[in-house]
């Protein structure tokens, strides 16, 4: 049974646990993000340096309530060090989609048997 939610992500999505930052990245990116993501990350690929320290973070979560604490810290972070591109435009990962993702992991591994 995965213990964390780095493993839990990884079992359910079929990704390798070193591609693990970089599937929740996609996947949790707000969707009008998308297609910029894709040219900033080759332009400036410091640009989510946060998100991808946050997402390595949260991937030793083990709870949602863990996981909750983290996403209010990013968001904090965010208004803390703004900048127009991640909040005028919010370019960054979308705490609502952060949260479901990883509560839709850790359910599931909640409902696996023995």
């Known amino acids: 049974m995965p213990t964390d939610l780095r493993t839990a992500f990884c079992l359910q999505t ?17 969707r009008h993000a998308v297609p910029f993501a894709f040219l ?8 989510f340096r946060n998100d991808e320290e946050f997402i390595r973070y949260l991937g030793s979560d083990r709870s949602m309530e863990e996981v909750e604490e983290d ?9 803390v060090r703004s900048h127009w591109l991640r909040t005028g435009l919010r370019l960054h990962l979308d705490p609502q989609r952060v949260s479901t993702l990883a509560r839709r992991c850790l359910a599931r591994r909640g409902r696996e048997g023995p």
């Open 14 to 30: 079929a990704c390798a646990d070193s591609g693990f930052v970089r599937a929740f990245f996609w996947q949790g990116l707000h």
């Open 40 to 47: 900033i990350r080759l332009l400036a690929p410091a640009f």
């Open 71 to 79: 996403i209010e810290r990013f968001e904090y972070g965010n208004r």
